[in-house]
């Protein structure tokens, strides 16, 4: 793995909001891939269960990324900003790349904040040219290709944080925020982890960054520290109940960790996965074959996602969370990920419209946020059927299902699914490279 170097000149990049990628996010020196990271400085440390619908082609109700110049729409309101105003539930976008301006029209239509991920990050570094100038300017000045990479996604951080500074503070810090994740070469190394979200939280300098950590084993010590540091955390690919609840104890642990009297700007989310979970509960249950099992398809996720927030008001109630709340904290809010519809004979808004509900937030890609959009309801749904959800739950079970076998394995993948994607990334950035090497030859 790649060594750290230069640590000590290290200093917060300087956002630069314009839609030409030709400047360099910063003077700093970015590692080159927070894999080892332990020489660190110290100082960085401050029931629509089963609906169906078909699918029909409609025109984009959003410009794309990298499309030239935006698409100059007035803003109007729709159904997201009816989600948060009449269901208390946030919808943000599951997407980053350049010109992060074009995250604007978003804005204008109800999106609250953006999520993003090393695949996201390799499709839009690979398949844009917008990252040219910056990338050419890093490689001539002798930066190795992971840490440009690293350049060039503070910069897209830094930017669409910006786009999102009057929602966090007309919410006070509790909405408006966009998250960058760890390296995901990072997930079984807990101080590892801890040591990257510092350095990312200080490199990034912005109020509203949430510091992507993964749920796996290794790294539930890692959000508890990192909270505890003060710095805000977006928990990723937690695929079960029994990660989640430790998922809330690590966040819980990290704010009596703290000591600071005010908690009110340390928050989190916790981002639970859905469609991945029906994806291979499915396959399962096409094994199994039986009548029950095929009728319980495409019903998995939902059921599940249900019972995590039950577990979410039981745990974010009583006089442990109660004695918190007296120091401004704020309860690590649910956030459904992975809401995408991978079955075409599935509804396009199954992994949105039945998670509805105050407190949490939703993720979605284009195609949920445009079917959403266009046709979804907005009403409370999480907790309308919870007890068809418990059935469902123990019906799987019953038919010999181990949740907690699932979710270790949609973890798995998960992890190795983003490790593949920032490794793509780093070679297709060395090719980039070595073509621009030759050419100035």
């Given at each position: 793995m790649a060594s750290i170097s230069n640590l000590a000149n290290l200093t917060p990049a300087t956002c630069v909001h314009s839609r030409s990628s030709s400047s360099s996010s910063s003077s700093s020196v970015l590692p080159r891939s927070f894999v080892n990271l332990r020489s660190l400085n110290a100082k960085l440390s401050s029931s629509q269960l089963s609906l169906r619908y078909n699918q029909q082609s409609r025109p984009s109700l959003f410009v794309r990324c990298s499309a030239s110049g935006g698409?100059?729409?007035?803003?109007?309101?729709?159904?997201?900003?009816?989600?948060?105003?009449?269901?208390?539930?946030?919808?943000?976008?599951?997407?980053?790349?350049?010109?992060?301006?074009?995250?604007?029209?978003?804005?204008?239509?109800g999106v609250r904040g953006v999520t993003s991920n090393p695949a996201i990050f390799q499709k839009a570094i690979s398949t844009s040219n917008?990252?040219?100038?910056?990338?050419?300017?890093?490689?001539?000045?002798?930066?190795?290709?992971e840490s440009a990479y690293w350049e060039l996604v503070v910069k897209d951080i830094q930017d669409a944080c910006k786009l999102f500074e009057t929602i966090y503070d007309q919410t006070e810090g509790a909405d408006g925020y966009v998250s960058v994740e760890v390296s995901p070469q990072l997930a079984d190394d807990t101080q590892g982890t801890v040591e990257a979200s510092k350095y990312l939280h200080k490199v990034v300098n912005r109020r509203n960054?949430?510091?992507k950590i993964p749920a796996t084993g290794p790294c539930?010590?890692?959000?508890?520290?990192?909270?505890?540091?003060?710095?805000?955390?977006?928990?990723?690919?937690?695929?079960?109940?029994?990660?989640?609840?430790?998922v809330i104890d690590a966040y819980l642990d990290g704010l009596e960790?703290?000591?600071?009297?005010?908690?009110?700007?340390?928050?989190?989310?916790?981002?639970?996965?859905?469609?991945?979970?029906?994806?291979?509960?499915?396959?399962?249950?096409?094994?199994?074959?039986?009548p029950e099992a095929l009728e319980l398809r495409g019903k998995a996720a939902v059921a599940q996602a249900a019972l995590a927030y039950k577990l979410y008001q039981k745990k974010f109630s009583g006089?442990?969370?109660?004695?918190?709340?007296?120091?401004?904290?704020?309860?690590?809010r649910l956030l459904w990920a992975s809401t995408s519809v991978k079955n075409p004979a599935y509804s396009d808004?199954?992994?949105?419209?039945?998670?509805?509900?105050?407190?949490?937030?939703?993720t979605m890609p284009d195609q949920a946020l445009e079917a959403f959009v266009d046709h979804g309801i907005v009403k409370r749904t999480i907790d309308a059927n919870v007890s068809e959800a418990e059935g469902i739950y123990s019906a799987l079970e019953k038919l010999g299902i181990d949740w907690k076998k699932v979710g270790d394995q949609l973890e798995e993948e998960?992890?190795?699914?983003?490790?593949?994607?920032?490794?793509?990334?780093?070679?297709?950035?060395?090719?980039?490279?070595?073509?621009?090497?030759?050419?100035?030859?």
């Open positions: 698409n100059g729409s007035a803003a109007k309101r729709t159904t997201l900003h009816d989600l948060y105003e009449k269901e208390g539930q946030s919808p943000w976008y599951d997407n980053l790349c350049r010109p992060v301006t074009d995250l604007l029209p978003f804005i204008a239509r917008a990252y040219n100038d910056q990338f050419r300017t890093l490689v001539e000045s002798g930066k190795d290709i960054v949430y510091i539930i010590p890692s959000i508890r520290d990192v909270i505890a540091a003060g710095i805000s955390v977006n928990v990723t690919l937690i695929f079960s109940i029994a990660r989640y609840e430790a960790a703290s000591g600071l009297d005010d908690l009110s700007r340390v928050t989190s989310v916790a981002s639970f996965f859905v469609s991945r979970v029906d994806t291979l509960m499915d396959k399962m249950l096409e094994q199994i074959g039986t006089p442990r969370w109660e004695a918190l709340v007296k120091k401004g904290a704020k309860k690590q808004t199954l992994y949105v419209a039945p998670l509805i509900g105050p407190d949490t937030v939703s998960g992890v190795d699914s983003f490790k593949k994607s920032f490794e793509s990334l780093l070679g297709t950035l060395q090719d980039k490279a070595n073509t621009l090497k030759l050419a100035s030859h």
